[in-house]
């Protein structure tokens, strides 16, 4: 099979990895998640990022059950930049502990995972 044929085979693929992921975070402002979004895209760690929201989140924090409204940023990668893109949003965000959720994509469009391959490959330094 091609790879984007769902065999896990491709660019993105690093050994323990899988070769395309959808990464999800969220937070508390649409502002906040266009700029996690661009940074992400802008760095590479990320081929495009989605925004949804408002989402009605309810969850324990510090002993105290929470309503809140937030944005749901779900962003399109690969298994080798994951650690990337996790260590932009952890540096990036400005919640304590940011949701930071990896699902791995099984199937997709070839020429679509082909492009989320060539849109996060790191770009050389001149060093």
Do not use: N
Request: hydrophobic content about 45%.
């Amino acid at each position: 099979m091609a790879a984007g044929a769902g065999t896990g085979a491709g660019i993105g693929t690093a050994a323990g990895t899988t070769a395309w992921l959808t990464v999800l975070t969220t937070t508390d402002a649409p502002e906040k998640a266009e700029a996690l979004a661009r940074g992400a895209v802008e760095a590479r760690a990320a081929a495009c990022a989605q925004i949804s929201g408002p989402v009605t989140s309810v969850y324990r924090w510090k002993e105290v059950v929470e309503t809140a409204s937030e944005w749901q940023v779900l962003f399109k990668t690969t298994g080798a930049r994951y650690d990337a893109l996790e260590a932009y949003l952890l540096a990036a965000h400005d919640y304590d502990t940011p949701e930071i959720i990896a699902t791995p994509v099984v199937r997709g469009s070839a020429d679509y995972l082909r492009w989320v391959e060539e849109e996060t490959v790191e770009e050389e330094t001149g060093e």
